[in-house]
Every structure is written in structure tokens, then in C-alpha cells.
């Protein structure tokens, strides 16, 4: 007797034609066949799916043209550059992950209309110039030069603000917004000159010129003047990242180039590289973060291997491999999951209270 | 574009994505010999016409020296830059019907212009194709023209797997009541 009461689905007669030879599948088969004896309709069907590919094969069409060859040569002699959608294998992206991106930009833009104090001021605004001696943070004086736009009417006296973070990110002073830092005072020739100290713990500071009254704000146009910490001849690893962690907030594409040159200063730590990811993705999109994939996979398999390799890892070090894979493990790359899940297991028996790394947001 | 059978068949494709890195031309031409035409065909099952397949692959082809610092040598190449050319086909689909929808008027003409002649309609099955659903004509042409697994093209057209299957079965059985109804 057939075990098909009814017609079979499409799925098995497809997967009868395409021969898909699990043993489940042979043993169905017996039934299929039985009742493909008994059944025009299907075996009509069968018949059609079978004739498919010699049909498929005989279709037409279009040969390239020598003309579209020389179309093509001429955009590839001018240098053009073209951006394409490379090959991924991404799984389609759950609801809920959309929901969660929407609810991060709706926090990014909702800082960003608080964050900072633009009364009277358009893009258009003109920006000043403010200088600063030495250009990096320093444990003693800092002079600081302004040159006024026409911004503010040459009045005698500017004030000065500063946001300032340390290497754990955290803002000083922890409440009451930027503080003024120092009073910008008008010399002879319309140059503004400032004192200004920076606490030992800072790594990152930014600053914007403001009138008396605090009507009219410089931050050159967004990009706010800035001084980071440096070691030799580059900024510092934490410094960086904070000027990034800073520009989040108003300027997602110059974040990003700071990750990059922090990427291209410091590649060997895990660390340089996982915020670079997440921030390439909310900038420029999953299409681009698809196209990287491949390199960050082999990199984050190398930082893994190292850390495997040591007798002893230390949270920081952990954290930091772990997050990079926590950045791929969504995306085409097999070997993010388990490096993963292993860091994820080690990161709970290890930590304790009070062991935080510092964030990028 | 004097280029002998040796020239075309003999290099690998690795080693001729690896030239075409370093923007090498002869690389240009050898692959271009190599995958033009059916590069076409793919780009036309999923446009209107020939103009825009070739578009696509214009695109493809001058995107083509940075796309490769992304592949890696392990796959096959010609898969992948198949894949890369329905990614750049539907990407130029979405767009270009983003302009339809800004500019309703100029549709019914420039899309009788395009399907009268198109080479869809020259072929029964061709003919049948071309009155499938889109959703449903991209998965058919995917899984039975391109050969891609049930997996790659849901990853392609961002579906899952089982929406994939159920618009293949759905795309074959309206596809052969049309061939009936054609005789």
C-alpha cells in the first residue's frame, strides 16, 4: 500500500528528481515510486521537472560585445572606482536585531541633540582657529591661542570649555556638563591667549570657544579641537580610542578614521580592531562590513591562537579577543563562534567585581 | 581584444584575480573573454534589458580590482564573481526602481520598449519566465539556471531557506501551467 494517502509535496518530488540520497529519503522514495505508478498527475509533473535542465541549457542569450569591452576599458583607464556588493554568506537579519539597531541610532541622536550646547550657530557658522602649546596633553601648562572669525564682535574676553576623558572613559568632572577651563583674553592685535591645565588622569580632551554669555559657541564646526595624550611620537593606544568614543556622538565618520590610524599604530592588539568593525558597520553599512569579513576572520583566528598559545592570559587581553569575535561571530565567519563561546566561558570564571575594560560606545 | 585560445584558457583565474589586483590589463582582458557573456545572461535575468545587464557588468568589471582584495583564493572564483553580479543586479533592480517609483509616468512606455526587445520573450520557456513573479523568477533562475544551493540563495536575496524552497516550487508550478496554457 502507498504511504502517499494524498499527492506527494513538491519538495519530495524535487527531491526525488534531484536524487537527494539520505537513507530517509531511499526509503521514501519506495513509497514516491509506488505511487508515481499510480498517479498521472504526478508522474506528469516529474516528468516536467526532469525535462527542466536540457530546456534550461537551450535558452539564448546575448554574447558580450567587443564594444562593452571598450566601455569597460575606458572607465578602467580613467581610475574610476567602483564599490561592489562582494559575495557574503550572512544569515538574513532577525527582527530583533533591527529593532536594536533603531533603538541605538534613536539613542545616538537623541545625545546628540543634548549633548552639546549650538545656540545661534548653523553649519554655515564661521569657525576660528585655536591653537594650542604644547599640541598634546602634558602634566604642566598648556597655552592656548584663538583667532576670533568675526564670531564674536571682538569682544575683550572668551571663555573656554573642555570635555575631558580618562582612560576608563570617564568624564571629569563625572557631573555638571563641560566646564569652563579658562578665560580667552584679546591682546593688541585680536588674538585671543589662555592658560590652561589638564588633570593627570585625562588622555583625551576637547574644547570649544563660547562668548561671555555663552550665546555664541565655536566648536569648529563640529570636529571639535582636541589634545591627546602621546608616547613618544603617536598618540597612545587609550587616548585614541576616547577621541573616538567622543566622536560617536556627533561625528561617526571622523570616529572612524581615528580607529583606522589607531588600527594602523597599534595592529597587534585585539583591541585596536573590534571597535574599528562595529563602528565600519554603523558608518558604512553591512554590505561593506560583508566585504571585510574574510580579513577580520583571519586576524581574530591569529589573536586566538596567540592567546591560546600563552601559559597565562589576562583579563584585558581576554576581553579584547573575545569582543572582536563577538563583532564576527554574526557574519561569514565559522571560527568567531567558538572563539566566542571559549573567551565568553573563561571572561565568567575569571572576572570579579570591579574588573572593567575600557568601552567604546 | 587580439587575444589567442591559450591566453584565455591557460592562466588560472587565482592567478589572473591576483594580476588584476595590480590593475593589470591583459588580466582585464583574459577574464573579460572569460566571463563576460554569462555574466550578461545572469545580469539579464534579473533587468529589463540588455542596456542595464550590460551596465551590471561594466560595473562588475571596473569594481573588480578592489572587490578582489576581499576573495580569497580558496573558492572558486568564477562562483563568487557570479555571486558579486546578482548582488550588483539586484543593487541596480532596487535603484532603478526607486527612480520608477519617483517617476510613475515614464514606466508603461519604457517598459513595453525594454520587454518587446527583450530575448525573454523569444523562447517558450523564456516566455513563461518572464511571467513569473519577480520574488519567484529570481529563486527559479538562481537555483535552476545558476545552480546556486538553497542556502546561498537566501543568503543572496536576504530570505530564509524555506522561503527560498517555497518560491522555487511555487515559480515551477506556475511556470509549467503557463507552458501548458502556451500550447
New interface residues.
Given amino acids: 500500500m502507498s504511504r502517499w494517502i494524498f499527492h506527494p509535496?513538491?519538495?519530495d518530488l524535487?527531491r526525488y528528481v534531484d536524487n537527494c540520497d539520505t537513507a530517509s529519503q531511499r526509503k521514501a522514495s519506495v513509497h514516491l515510486r509506488r505511487h508515481l505508478a499510480d498517479c498521472d498527475t504526478c508522474r506528469a509533473?516529474v516528468t516536467?521537472?526532469r525535462s527542466?535542465?536540457e530546456?534550461?541549457a537551450?535558452?539564448?542569450?546575448?554574447?558580450?560585445s567587443?564594444a562593452?569591452?571598450a566601455?569597460?576599458?575606458a572607465?578602467?583607464a580613467s581610475g574610476?572606482?567602483?564599490?561592489?556588493?562582494?559575495?557574503?554568506?550572512?544569515?538574513?537579519?532577525s527582527r530583533l536585531a533591527w529593532f536594536g539597531a533603531a533603538a541605538a541610532m534613536l539613542l545616538v541622536a537623541v545625545t546628540t541633540w543634548f549633548a552639546w550646547p549650538t545656540p545661534d550657530l548653523t553649519a554655515l557658522a564661521p569657525t576660528g582657529d585655536l591653537r594650542f602649546a604644547p599640541d598634546r596633553i602634558v602634566s604642566g601648562p598648556i597655552e592656548l591661542r584663538y583667532r576670533d572669525p568675526g564670531l564674536f564682535g571682538g569682544t575683550p574676553q572668551l571663555r573656554v570649555r573642555a570635555r575631558y576623558r580618562t582612560v576608563q572613559g570617564v568624564a571629569v568632572p563625572f557631573l555638571g556638563g563641560e566646564p569652563v577651563v579658562a578665560t580667552l583674553m584679546r591682546d593688541a592685535d585680536g588674538v585671543y591667549h589662555a592658560t590652561v591645565r589638564v588633570p593627570d588622569s585625562v588622555v583625551y580632551a576637547a574644547f570649544s570657544v563660547e562668548g561671555p554669555n555663552g550665546s555664541r559657541v565655536d566648536h569648529n564646526g563640529r570636529r571639535p579641537w582636541h589634545l591627546l595624550m602621546y608616547r613618544g611620537t603617536h598618540p597612545t593606544y587609550e587616548a585614541l580610542l576616547q577621541y573616538a568614543n567622543d566622536l560617536m556622538e556627533e561625528n561617526s565618520e571622523l570616529a572612524m578614521s581615528v580607529l583606522q590610524e589607531r588600527a594602523r599604530l597599534y595592529p597587534d592588539r585585539p583591541g585596536s580592531w573590534w571597535p574599528l568593525v562595529a563602528v565600519e558597520r554603523f558608518t558604512l553599512g553591512g554590505a561593506h562590513a560583508d566585504?571585510?569579513v574574510?580579513?577580520h576572520c583571519a586576524r581574530l583566528q591569529q589573536f586566538d591562537a596567540e592567546l591560546r598559545s600563552r601559559p597565562s592570559q589576562s583579563l584585558a587581553e581576554v576581553w579584547d579577543v573575545w569582543r572582536y569575535a563577538v563583532q564576527l561571530h554574526d557574519r561569514a565567519c565559522p571560527a568567531a563562534q567558538h572563539i566566542n563561546d571559549v573567551w565568553h566561558t573563561w571572561l565568567v570564571q575569571h572576572s570579579h567585581a570591579g574588573a572593567t575594560q575600557p568601552e567604546f560606545h | 581584444m587580439l587575444l589567442s585560445e591559450a591566453d584565455v584558457t591557460t592562466p588560472s583565474d587565482g592567478e589572473l584575480a591576483a594580476r588584476l589586483k595590480c590593475r593589470d590589463d591583459d588580466a582585464l582582458c583574459i577574464l573579460y573573454a572569460r566571463f563576460a557573456t554569462p555574466l550578461l545572461r545572469l545580469a539579464l535575468r534579473f533587468l529589463d534589458s540588455v542596456d542595464e545587464a550590460e551596465d551590471v557588468v561594466q560595473d562588475v568589471f571596473v569594481g573588480l580590482p578592489i572587490a578582489l582584495r576581499h576573495y580569497e583564493e580558496h573558492g572558486a572564483f568564477g562562483a563568487w564573481l557570479r555571486q558579486v553580479t546578482v548582488r550588483t543586479a539586484l543593487m541596480h533592480r532596487r535603484s532603478r526602481e526607486r527612480r520608477r517609483h519617483a517617476h510613475v509616468a515614464l514606466s508603461p512606455a519604457r517598459r513595453a520598449a525594454t520587454t518587446q526587445d527583450s530575448v525573454l520573450e523569444r523562447v517558450a520557456l523564456e516566455g513563461a519566465l518572464a511571467t513569473l513573479p519577480q520574488a519567484l523568477r529570481d529563486v527559479f533562475v538562481l537555483y535552476h539556471v545558476e545552480h546556486f544551493s538553497h542556502a546561498e540563495i537566501a543568503a543572496l536575496l536576504g530570505i530564509r531557506r524555506g522561503t527560498a524552497e517555497v518560491r522555487l516550487h511555487r515559480a515551477i508550478r506556475q511556470l509549467r501551467t503557463q507552458l501548458e496554457s502556451d500550447r
Fill in positions: 509535496g513538491d519538495a524535487a509533473y516536467f521537472l527542466l535542465p530546456r534550461i537551450a535558452l539564448e542569450g546575448p554574447g558580450a567587443e562593452l569591452f566601455r569597460i576599458r572607465r578602467y574610476e572606482v567602483v564599490i561592489l556588493p562582494a559575495a557574503s554568506n550572512r544569515a538574513p537579519t566585504s571585510t574574510a580579513e
